[in-house]
């Protein structure tokens, strides 16, 4: 069985920075993609970032320059470093793992939350301005 556990959100303010950790159980690490998705009240869920198992990453328009993922496969682990936060970055942010072939990072299929099965229960970043 899969699980996600979801680390290290909290309160900042504007330009603060807050790193995020997605610890990961129960699946083989090396052929998943994993993804950061965020979710706002209100808003739809969208994709933050992702990276696969060759280690390429991808990153929406919004936080390209400001966040960073990066992984540690020995620990099964899946960092999103925050800077630079802004009050818009307020949200729910979640952790999503998928088994896939090939290289995610390259696919934009995986921005979308439907294309993955698994998900931690969720971690909230608040910035106030």
């Known amino acids: 069985q899969v699980k996600l556990v979801e680390s290290g959100g909290g309160s900042v303010q504007s330009g603060g920075s807050l790193r995020l950790s997605c610890a990961a159980s129960?699946?083989?690490?090396?052929?998943?993609?994993m993804g950061w998705f965020r979710q706002a009240p209100g808003k739809e869920r969208e994709s933050v970032a992702r990276?696969?198992?060759?280690?390429?990453?991808s990153y929406a328009d919004s936080v390209k320059g400001r966040f960073t993922i990066s992984q540690d496969k020995a620990k099964n682990t899946v960092y999103l470093q925050m800077d630079t936060l802004k009050p818009e970055d307020t949200a729910m942010y979640y952790c999503a793992a998928q088994n896939v072939r090939g290289l995610c990072a390259f696919n934009n299929d995986y921005r979308m939350p439907s294309e993955y099965n698994n998900w931690g229960p969720g971690t909230q970043v608040t910035v106030s301005s």
């Open positions: 129960g699946l083989t690490y090396s052929t998943y993609c």
């Open positions: 990276i696969d198992q060759g280690s390429f990453t």
